[in-house]
């Protein structure tokens, strides 16, 4: 994380053909229940984490993905966060890329705001997830609304 989602070997080669291929192929549920299983390796601080943590952010950020599969990625990453805690290391990281990495321009999809409540619980996690005085950048501006 950090760098905008390149991982370099992270996102290249037949292992991430395969994962697109198998994420554009697959119904709701199917994708769902792989994202769940990508989510599961954000854990603590090494190689697995960081590569998955870049495969996850590559995927959101893929120009030729359809928006149901962000949706879909955020949604596994908050229902992780909206339980008690302690979160893994590897979950929150991705989570604050997310939010703070204007590549990825979370803010400005749909379905954060689908709704007040949608809204309201994004808002939530994002401050929860970043440091104190860390929360520029993570909600968008009020007159952007």
């Given at each position: ?23 554009r ?80 321009d ?40």
């Amino acid at each position: 994380p950090g760098g905008g989602g390149g991982g370099g070997g992270a996102t290249s080669g037949q292992s991430m053909e395969l994962l697109m291929g198998l994420l554009r192929e697959f119904d709701s549920e199917g994708r769902y229940h792989l994202l769940n299983a990508v989510a599961n390796q954000l854990r603590f601080p090494n190689s697995h984490t960081h590569y998955f943590s870049c495969v996850l952010l590559f995927i959101f950020q893929a120009r030729q993905e359809a928006e149901v599969i962000r949706e879909q990625i955020t949604r596994v990453l908050i229902e992780r966060l909206i339980v008690n805690k302690p979160h893994p290391w590897g979950l929150l990281i991705t989570f604050i890329e997310l939010i703070k990495n204007p590549t990825y321009d979370l803010w400005r999809h749909d379905f954060v705001r689908s709704s007040r409540e949608i809204e309201q619980l994004f808002q939530s996690v994002a401050r929860f997830c970043l440091p104190q005085g860390g929360a520029e950048g993570a909600e968008p501006a009020k007159d952007s609304q």
